[in-house]
Every structure is written in structure tokens, then in C-alpha cells.
């Protein structure tokens, strides 16, 4: 059976290959664009052509790196919570300054699995120049994680921003 299908399937490339049928022409355009169709649904889907193509010809065009700007203003907007003058948000806002750091550490090759604390271990000071006081300003995040009743000045909670806002422009560069 399926040596006479091979022996069908020979005759018909014999026979039309000089000049194929419309028909024929018909079903490889068909599935050309079926196929074509697909390709170009999973690269829209997907964030390849964003990530290869696109965001280098975005960062040469503008002279800055995009990821830069996505920390920072993600950063900016952490800086906002200290407007409202509240404890509670300024509190909020050094921890959510404390697992950005942890994210630009992931983005530049640090293990995630590993707690900010461990990889803090592992960054030199030839990559982050305020080091120390980023250690310092982590333990006074764990302090407001694991004592709700910690208590500490706006003044304070501005210079650990900028501590953590120094530290990732850093990184960033680095």
C-alpha cells in the first residue's frame, strides 16, 4: 500500500514539475500564508522581536538604556510615597526600594533564589560604591519587617531612598 502511494506521489512530481497545475500553485500559497500567518502571531505573542530587535534600536536612537529608565521610574514612583507624610507609607516605600535593589541585582546576573542579604555578600565595592550603607539600610528594612513597632524620622526615610537611588544607578551603570 504504501509503496503504491510513493510510486503516485513520483509520477504526479514527474508529471507536473515542468509547469505545475493552478490548483496546486494555489494550496503552497495557501499554506505559505497559513504558516507566514502563524510566524507572525507567536513574534507579536512573544517579546523576542521587542527584546533583539527593537529595544537596542530604541537605546542607540536615545543614548540611554531602557532598562535604566524603567528602574528609575519605578523608583520615582516610590519616591511619591513620602509626599503623604504617613509612617506607614514611608515604611512601605523602603521595602518596595529594598526588592527593586533585588531586582536590578537579578537583572544583572545575581542567583535568585538567593535573598537580597546573600547576594549583598557577594556584590564588591568596585560595583557599588556605597555598599556599607546599603547593608546598613537592608537591616533597617528587616528591622521594619519584623518589628511593626519601629519607628524612624522622614529625614531618615529619605537618605535610605537615597541610599537605595544611589545603589541602582550604580548597578545600573556598572
Known sequence: MSENIRQTILYLIQ???????????FIFLLFTLFFLGVIIYF?????????????????????????????????MKIKERLKSQNEDEAKLAII?????????????????????????????PDSLSNLKEVIEVHRIRNN???????RFDFEEAKRILSVYEQAIQNLESF
Open 15 to 25: 508529471r507536473f514539475s515542468p509547469n505545475p497545475p493552478l490548483f496546486v500553485k
Open 43 to 75: 513574534l507579536k505573542k512573544t517579546t523576542f522581536i521587542d527584546r533583539i530587535f527593537l529595544q537596542d534600536f530604541v537605546e542607540f536612537i536615545t543614548f540611554s538604556s531602557s532598562g535604566m529608565s524603567k528602574s528609575m521610574g519605578a523608583f
Open 96 to 124: 518596595e526600594a529594598d526588592d527593586l535593589l533585588n531586582e536590578v541585582l537579578n537583572k544583572i546576573g545575581y542567583k535568585q533564589e538567593e535573598s537580597l542579604g546573600e547576594k549583598l555578600d557577594e556584590v564588591t
Open 144 to 150: 521594619i519587617i519584623h518589628d511593626p513597632a519601629y
